[in-house]
């Protein structure tokens, strides 16, 4: 393999990471917990937050710990979709 292929390869490899990159950083992912949902973007950002009416005013504490809960359950999507999408390039994908 010449060395102008091998470029060319690397240049391919380079735009298919950022693709794949670019879809996760704007998927949505959804994380619940029983009174909580909370929405993340691929960039592990919350871009929502929705608390169930059903909750009573006196329960901050279990409150504090849903949306915890929910957020690490839509941050552990972002990474199984990093790592579905980004771990077929091999060990390049822990780059992003």
Known sequence: MNM???????Q???RDMQKKKDEIDST????NSEMVEVVFNGKKEMVSIKIK??????DKEILE???VLASK????KVD??????????GGLGGLF
């Open 4 to 10: 102008q292929n091998l470029m060319a390869q690397a």
């Open 12 to 14: 391919r490899m380079q």
């Open 28 to 31: 949505l992912f959804t994380g």
């Open 53 to 58: 009416s059903e909750i009573a005013s006196d």
């Open 65 to 67: 710990d849903m949306i």
């Open 73 to 76: 359950d839509a941050i552990a």
């Open 80 to 89: 199984k979709e990093i790592e579905e999408k980004m771990g077929s390039l």
